[in-house]
């Protein structure tokens, strides 16, 4: 994710300012990122750098406000029209935004900079944001319906609901927001992980079960058996000449994205879970064809959930040697989840 590259990338730069040793500059990079000897910055998986945006920054993630769920065109139009703003108080009178809309917006961290989530005198993070824009909008509402029932000068008014002065000697405190719940808002309400991507709640697992990141598989000999993990981002089955099945899986694991080809003799043990979970971990033999780079031969594939578990429990040995379908009563809902409902990221997919 774009926080945990930054924070990665900050704390490389301060290490090259202080003179340190490239090796120990090197540790202070997120996975996949590299500092060449004749660049002055790091370079993320992709090798593209996108130079200098001003102002001290340098790399940044853009999501459009039409990938925010449930926003309309009209609410669209209003935000572009009406930019920029300057505080929470000016888009609330200015920006023409429903109240789902707005605290979807705040779930996505399109808020955080307008709001000053996290600075002083700002709310410390997106949950009490929400809160604030929550009371915002009703107490928006309330007004409004103040205003009918009156029916003008001269009207009769309704009942009110009296306000109670509680006297509280103590601001509210709520919970603290986990990097887990801000990941689980952003897939909600746009399908991306924003500020953190999924794949790195599993790190030390991914560790343990000695993982290749994507931007590592080119260096892999060809027929080294190899473990690669991510998020599944595409499974495709087209039809093959020889009549037999064959499955092309995508994953994702934030450094790149590693193709897995799982073939008719292997899919009784595999093709369960490579059709039906969301996070994964494949093995198999690492191959090399035309311009498509190192992809893999499948030989097995698990839910990563479920690994997770399993290690957490103390039975990852049992969990690797499961093959085939689950019993029916063992599964769960392992689709793509509506925010992220796996392992909390731990619950498996049986």
Do not use: M
């Amino acid at each position: 994710g774009l926080a945990g590259h930054l924070l990665g990338l900050t704390a490389a730069l301060r290490a090259a300012a202080r003179g340190d040793p490239p090796d120990v500059v090197a540790a202070h990079l997120p996975p996949g990122w590299r500092w060449p000897a004749d660049r002055e910055h790091p370079v993320p998986p992709t090798g593209f750098d996108a130079g200098e945006a001003g102002d001290g920054y340098r790399y940044a993630v853009r999501v459009g406000l039409q990938d925010v769920a449930g926003i309309t065109d009209a609410e669209v139009a209003g935000l572009t029209a009406g930019r920029p703003f300057t505080s929470l108080a000016e888009l609330f009178e200015r920006g023409g935004l429903s109240q789902p809309t707005a605290v979807a917006l705040v779930q996505a961290g399109a808020l955080d900079q307008v709001a000053g989530t996290g600075r002083r005198g700002g709310p410390p993070d997106r949950r009490a944001l929400q809160l604030t824009v929550e009371e915002l909008w009703r107490d928006r509402r309330q007004r409004r319906r103040g205003s009918a029932s009156a029916g003008g000068p001269g009207a009769a008014r309704g009942p009110e609901q009296a306000r109670l002065d509680l006297h509280a000697d103590h601001v509210p405190q709520l919970p603290e927001q986990r990097d887990a719940d801000r990941v689980r808002e952003e897939l909600a309400t746009t399908g991306l992980d924003v500020s953190r991507h999924v794949i790195s709640f599993y790190e030390p697992l991914l560790d343990a079960l000695g993982v290749v990141r994507a931007c590592d598989l080119e260096a892999v000999p060809t027929q080294a058996r190899v473990r690669v993990a991510g998020v599944k981002v595409a499974v495709q089955s087209p039809a093959q000449r020889s009549g037999q099945r064959v499955l092309f899986l995508s994953l994702d694991d934030r450094t790149g994205t590693t193709q897995t080809t799982y073939f008719e003799r292997n899919l009784d043990d595999c093709a369960w879970t490579v059709l039906h979970a969301w996070l994964l971990v494949a093995e198999g033999r690492v191959s090399r064809r035309g311009r498509r780079g190192a992809t893999l031969a499948g030989t097995r594939a698990w839910d990563l959930s479920r690994l997770w578990r399993a290690w957490q429990e103390g039975w990852l040995d049992r969990a690797l040697d499961e093959r085939g379908t689950p019993a029916p009563h063992e599964r769960t809902d392992v689709r793509r989840p509506a925010g992220i409902h796996a392992s909390e990221f731990g619950r498996g997919s049986r």
